[in-house]
């Protein structure tokens, strides 16, 4: 019998998720916990990077929390924890950034570019550096696959040179991990530019759908979406890459294939495919928002407070390997 992997991801509680969130990351989690040992993080010390308001940050961690379960993810399965309860993660994270990372590694990060813009010497250290804190989170856990959305994928990689490095310098402690895709819907587009990645910090709230909007909003943002020229149903993610994210949304929330969907749209125009495609969303929707309302804080707060207990058994184990390696213990 094949042994079983160790997963490991989390989500950042900043801003509601959205349905890109769900395709490309926590419908693959839920699948995934049947077939692996799978750890899910609430990662709230990435949530600090930027400014934010504290009583927010408490709400979202337990929203994220929810919205965990909402997606399938059983706590008897599955850890769930809070990031900031584990102090072994900013521990690590100060170990790699002294022997295994590069200040050129860092400036490399595409997601540091995007989300400082032009006022780079102005932002937060944290902001920089936070990718050596994900690799403390993925490694601490002897992490072999990482389920990620495309734009993570970068982060992933640098994890992995980490390791090596470390290894290299200390002998074999950390697994190397792999980042792990769906082979559609890793990447989520926006509604109104399909050239940028639906976020759940966009200023512009048409451009994507979160999943707590209300249903009717979420169908409104649907029949405004932008689409590519010409007329015909069909995927073209190069030429036409408005119509193509469509298909995608609409063939992983309405369990679709994309061949299929082209096929039944044959002949037809954008109005009713994309009046389709919202009844489709808004089914989605009230199926999930159902699950999460009942669902309370105090539920959310128990599956944390287990988590915790489980990951801190893990990460002080390796925590204690580490600290031999490099001489401190």
Request: charged letters at 25%; hydrophobic letters at 40%.
């Amino acid at each position: 019998m094949d042994k079983l992997r160790n997963i490991f991801s989390g989500v950042q509680p900043s801003g509601s998720l959205t349905i890109g969130n769900y395709i490309g990351a926590l419908s693959q989690w839920s699948e995934m916990q049947e077939k692996n040992n799978c750890i899910f993080c609430v990662v709230d010390y990435h949530a600090i990077t930027v400014d934010y308001d504290p009583e927010l940050l408490r709400q979202r961690i337990l929203e994220i929390t929810k919205i965990y379960l909402a997606s399938g993810i059983d706590p008897k399965k599955s850890i769930i924890f809070q990031q900031s309860a584990i102090p072994e993660h900013t521990e690590l994270a100060w170990i790699l950034s002294c022997g295994a990372s590069h200040i050129t590694d860092l400036k490399k990060m595409t997601q540091f570019k995007d989300k400082a813009g032009e006022s780079q010497d102005a932002v937060s250290v944290g902001l920089f550096t936070y990718p050596i804190l994900m690799a403390a989170d993925i490694l601490l856990y002897d992490t072999q696959a990482v389920p990620v959305g495309d734009d993570q994928k970068q982060h992933v990689e640098l994890a992995r040179d980490i390791a090596k490095r470390f290894n290299n310098l200390y002998g074999p402690i950390f697994t190397i991990p792999q980042a792990e895709l769906r082979r559609e819907g890793a990447r989520i587009m926006s509604l109104t530019d399909p050239n940028k990645k639906m976020s759940k910090s966009a200023a512009n709230l048409s451009s994507y759908i979160s999943l707590t909007d209300d249903i009717q909003l979420a169908k409104k943002k649907i029949m405004k979406a932008v689409t590519d020229s010409g007329t015909d149903i069909d995927y073209d993610p190069i030429d036409r890459p408005a119509l193509a994210n469509l298909l995608t949304i609409y063939a992983q929330l309405g369990n679709r294939q994309i061949k299929r969907l082209l096929k039944d749209y044959q002949g037809k125009g954008y109005g009713e495919f994309k009046s389709d495609l919202a009844e489709v969303v808004a089914k989605f929707l009230n199926e999930f928002q159902n699950k999460l309302k009942v669902i309370s804080d105090s539920e959310a707060r128990v599956v944390l407070e287990d988590g915790c207990l489980r990951a801190e058994l893990l990460a002080k184990k390796k925590m204690a390997m580490v600290k031999k390696a490099i001489g401190v213990k």
